[in-house]
C-alpha cells in the first residue's frame, strides 16, 4: 500500500506563485510514474502533470511553460511548482501513483491517491 498526503494549496493572487507537496509512505517511489491532477466545483478530474520513474515529465497544454513537477527521492516527495497562477487554475489538486506504464494522462491509470488540497486564485 501507498499512502499519498498532498499539502500547500492555499489563497493567492492571479500571477502569484504556490509549491505543493506531495509526501508517500509504505513504498517508495522513485520507481512510481507520479501525477497531478486538478477538479473544480462540478467539473471532472483532470491531468495537470506527470513524472515518470525514467524521469520524463509531460504537462498539459493549459499548464506547460508555468507549472513544474519534480521529485525529491531521499524525502520521498513530489512537488508541483505553480507559476503565473490564474483564476482558471483554482482547483483541489490531487497528486496520485502508478507502477504501472498504462494511460499516463487518465486518472483511472492511477489505483494511489491523496486527500487533495484546495488551490485558489483570485483579487
Known amino acids: 500500500q501507498v499512502q499519498l498526503v498532498e499539502s500547500g494549496g492555499d489563497l493567492v493572487q492571479p500571477g502569484g506563485s504556490l509549491r505543493l507537496s506531495c509526501a508517500a509512505s509504505?513504498?517508495?517511489?522513485?520507481?512510481?510514474?507520479m501525477g497531478w491532477f486538478r477538479q473544480a466545483p462540478g467539473e471532472a478530474r483532470q491531468f495537470v502533470a506527470t513524472f515518470t520513474w525514467t524521469g520524463g515529465q509531460l504537462y498539459a497544454d493549459s499548464v506547460k511553460g508555468r507549472f513544474t513537477i519534480s521529485r525529491e527521492n531521499a524525502k520521498n516527495t513530489v512537488y508541483l511548482q505553480m507559476n503565473s497562477l490564474r483564476t482558471g487554475d483554482t482547483a483541489v489538486y490531487y497528486c496520485?501513483?502508478?507502477?504501472?506504464?498504462?494511460?499516463?494522462?487518465?486518472?483511472?491509470?492511477?489505483?494511489?491517491w491523496g486527500q487533495g488540497t484546495q488551490v485558489t486564485v483570485s483579487s
Open positions: 496520485a501513483a502508478t507502477y504501472s506504464t498504462v494511460a499516463l494522462f487518465r486518472p483511472d491509470s492511477y489505483p494511489y
Open positions: 509504505g513504498r517508495s517511489l522513485s520507481s512510481a510514474t
